[in-house]
Nanobody, 120 residues
Framework: QVQLVESGGGLAQAGGSLRLSCAAS????????MGWFRHAPGKEQEFVVS????????YYLDSVKGRFTISRDNAKNTVYLQMNSLKPDDTAVYYC?????????????WGKGTLVTVSS
């Protein structure tokens, strides 16, 4: 069983930056595709970005392309989300997720989320 713990959320001004981290334990991190999702108030949860096991494939939500960067450190069992040029629309609870190839297209493991608030 994989446990995922997000950190790094908080309050930022529009145009500012935050870096989220997701630490994984209980599994073989390097075998998991990792992803970030977000859930804004009054909206449905949406996919933000994913990164393959070797970081060879990365997919971004169009609205975050060029502003957000995902990376992973398999030696530290951690995935990161660098968020720059933040906008108020980025305000949401951000969730880390993990899945194996067998779980695709579903995401089998989820963190509890970290709140990101962007003020205008």
């Amino acid at each position: 069983q994989v446990q995922l713990v997000e950190s790094g959320g908080g309050l930022a001004q529009a145009g500012g930056s935050l870096r989220l981290s997701c630490a994984a334990s209980g599994g073989t991190f390097s075998s998991y595709e990792m992803g970030w999702f977000r859930h804004a108030p009054g909206k449905e949860q949406e996919f933000v970005v994913s990164i393959s096991t070797s970081a060879g494939s990365i997919y971004y939500l169009d609205s975050v392309k060029g502003r957000f960067t995902i990376s992973r450190d398999n030696a530290k069992n951690t995935v990161y989300l660098q968020m720059n040029s933040l906008k108020p629309d980025d305000t949401a609870v951000y969730y880390c997720a993990a899945r194996t190839l067998a779980m695709t297209p579903n995401w089998g493991y989820w963190g509890k989320g970290t709140l990101v608030t962007v003020s205008s």
